[in-house]
């Protein structure tokens, strides 16, 4: 089901896929990102689902916006090499800056930039694999 150059399967399936990468990634690496983020593994249990909730709905709207951006650039059956250099330079240009600047302005350790954009270049390059073979 394609809507305005957007094929809803492929959104779907990169967001359950980045979502699955995401959780993998953190499980390898959450004790980095506790000490990063200055938190005890106590004071994150029973956390609420909105997290979780939010991430996923936020990788929905990222895989709509790869589909989006390989439709716009004619890229109809898009090598997986041009779907992975789509994703590193939207990564490198948009995601990796706002997190710098964002955590810059926090105080959060350069650590924390370090892991979370290791975890968004997994995921848009997941994502964007997937969304071009659709």
């Given amino acids: 089901m394609t809507i305005a150059g957007i094929n809803l399967v492929g959104v779907l399936l990169g967001a359950i896929a980045g979502f ?9 690496l959450g004790k980095h990102w506790l000490d990063a983020i200055g ?6 249990k029973g ?22 951006h390989f439709d716009q650039q004619g890229s109809e059956g898009m090598s997986s090499l041009g779907a992975i ?9 948009l995601i990796v800056t706002s997190m710098a600047t964002n955590n810059a302005f926090q105080g959060a350790k350069a650590k924390l930039t370090v892991l979370d954009s290791g975890h968004w270049i997994g995921v848009l390059v997941v994502q964007a694999l997937i969304v071009a073979r659709f």
Avoid: C, D, N
């Avoid at 699955?20 to 390898?28: D, K, R, V």
């Avoid at 938190?39 to 994150?44: A, D, F, V």
């Avoid at 956390?47 to 929905?60: D, G, K």
């Avoid at 250099?85 to 240009?93: D, M, P, Q």
């Fill in 39 to 44: 938190k005890s593994e106590q004071e994150i």
């Fill in 47 to 68: 956390r609420s689902a909105v997290p979780f909730v939010t991430s996923f709905v936020s990788l929905l709207v990222m895989g709509s916006v790869l589909a989006w």
């Fill in 20 to 28: 699955a990468f995401g959780a993998i990634y953190y499980t390898l």
């Fill in 85 to 93: 250099r789509s994703a590193v330079i939207l990564w490198l240009g």
